[in-house]
C-alpha cells in the first residue's frame, strides 16, 4: 500500500520574511548557478513549513531531485557558523540532504559526516559530500501537522475525525513503514494547501 511515487514540487514556497545578508547574497547566487547547472530544482531564501502553518525553518537554499529534497545552509565569514548545527536538527528528519556552505574555511570535524561541506570562493567546491539521512520521523514530528493532514495521510478514514492528533499519529508510525510516512510527509511539507486536489 502507498508504494506509488510523490512528486515534489518547490512552487508552493513563499518568500523568507528573515532579512537576507548583504555578504550571503554573493554566496547564494554561486551555490544556486552550481545546483541549478547540476539539473536540481532551486530556490532560495524561502520559509519551509507544513501547510502553511507555523514556520520551520528559514531555509537559505533548497533544492530538489529525484524527489530528494537537499538544504543547503549558507554561512559568509560574517556569520555564526555554528548556528547551522542548530538548522540541521531543527530539519534532519524531513529531508534527505544536509550541506553547509561558506567562503571561510570550515572544520570538517565540527560536523557530523552525514553533513556535506562546500567551499565557495572564486568556484564552488564539495569538499565533502553529504550523505543520504536516515533519520525517523517520529511521534512530535507528525503532530506538526495539521489533523486534516493525518488523515488523509492515513489513507483519509472519515472516522478519524473524531479521533485526537495523538492518536491518529500513533496509528501511523504502527501501521506504516518509515520510507513510506516520509515521502508523504515531505510532500505536505511542500503542499499548496489546496486540500480539494491533495495528491497523497
Known amino acids: 500500500m502507498f508504494d506509488f511515487p510523490l512528486s515534489i514540487s ?11 545578508g548583504k555578504y550571503e547574497k554573493v554566496l547564494l547566487h554561486k551555490i544556486l548557478t552550481f545546483f541549478f547547472s547540476n539539473n536540481f530544482n532551486v530556490k532560495h531564501h524561502v520559509s519551509l513549513n507544513f501547510a502553511w502553518g507555523s514556520v520551520l525553518s528559514e531555509i537559505d537554499i533548497i533544492a530538489v531531485k529525484n ?31 544536509f550541506y553547509v556552505a561558506s567562503d571561510r574555511k570550515i ?13 565557495i570562493n ?12 536516515n533519520y525517523s520521523i517520529d511521534h512530535k514530528d507528525l503532530l ?20 485526537t492528533k495523538e492518536k ?3 496509528v501511523i508510525l504502527s ?14 511539507l511542500l ?10
Open 10 to 20: 518547490l512552487s508552493s514556497l513563499k518568500k523568507s520574511s528573515k532579512k537576507e
Open 67 to 97: 524527489n530528494n529534497i537537499t538544504i543547503v545552509e549558507v554561512k559568509s565569514m560574517n556569520d555564526k557558523i555554528s548556528y547551522a548545527k542548530h538548522q540541521f536538527n531543527t530539519i534532519k528528519n524531513f529531508i534527505d540532504y
Open 107 to 119: 572544520n570538517s570535524d565540527f560536523f557530523e559526516q552525514n553533513i556535506g561541506l562546500i567551499s
Open 122 to 133: 572564486n568556484n564552488v567546491v564539495k569538499i565533502r559530500d553529504a550523505k543520504l539521512l
Open 144 to 163: 506538526r501537522l495539521k489533523k486534516k493532514c493525518l488523515i488523509t495521510l492515513n489513507n483519509g478514514k472519515t472516522s478519524e475525525k473524531y479521533l
Open 168 to 170: 491518529i499519529s500513533e
Open 175 to 188: 501501521k506504516y513503514k518509515q520510507n513510506i510516512i516520509k515521502k508523504k510527509v515531505k510532500k505536505i
Open 191 to 200: 503542499c499548496h494547501q489546496d486540500c480539494e486536489k491533495c495528491s497523497l
